[in-house]
């Protein structure tokens, strides 16, 4: 693996967080989605926790979608301007008011991650069934053209030959086989 490296010059009365995170989030986000998410929750929600605003990356990937293994870590620069995090919780704003507007959306036990298994759950039972359904449609498509094709290499049924005559004249199949009795000839026996 060859990671993207890219050098910036610090701008410390700029630059607000870095966000250091593993494929799992880079995966579903991109630099730009990130960093507004980030931004977002501080400036516009006023989230003060960082644990917390890792985990609205984290289950934001997995809102996306995301499959592979996630970290997350964001360290705040001084001019990001975040606040001392309260010692109680303030669900009124930020990520827990998130939560609590998702739980009131999709029900009390749901989760980004139970989410994220349930649409891929379904996904999965999805592509059975259409791999099932392309496996009969080509089994049949077999069949029906296995029927149309003269069959080649295999032997054909000789003609079909009339009867025996029985002494008395009269028409008559051997009971022993529905196959029509076929006489063989040598050419080279005398008569």
Request: glycine fraction near 4%.
């Amino acid at each position: 693996a060859h990671p993207d490296i890219l050098v910036h010059t610090r701008e410390p009365n700029k630059d607000e967080f870095v966000v250091l995170a593993c494929d799992g989030i880079w995966d579903r986000l991109t630099n730009r989605d990130c960093a507004n998410l980030v931004r977002s929750l501080v400036h516009e929600e006023g989230e003060t926790d960082v644990g917390l605003i890792c985990e609205e990356v984290i289950d934001t990937a997995l809102e996306l979608d995301s499959r592979d293994n996630m970290t997350c870590c964001v360290v705040f620069f001084p001019a990001s301007e975040l606040k001392e995090a309260n010692a109680t919780p303030n669900f009124g704003s930020g990520v827990l008011y998130r939560r609590i507007d998702r739980e009131r959306l999709w029900g009390h036990d749901s989760t980004p991650a139970k989410r994220a298994q349930s649409r891929f759950d379904e996904r999965r039972k999805k592509n059975r069934e259409t791999i099932a359904l392309q496996q009969s449609k080509t089994s049949k498509s077999q069949a029906r053209r296995q029927r149309q094709q003269p069959q080649h290499g295999k032997k054909h049924k000789a003609p079909s030959s009339p009867p025996e005559i029985s002494r008395n004249n009269s028409r008559t199949r051997s009971s022993k086989s529905l196959r029509p009795q076929v006489s063989s000839f040598d050419a080279t026996s005398k008569q």
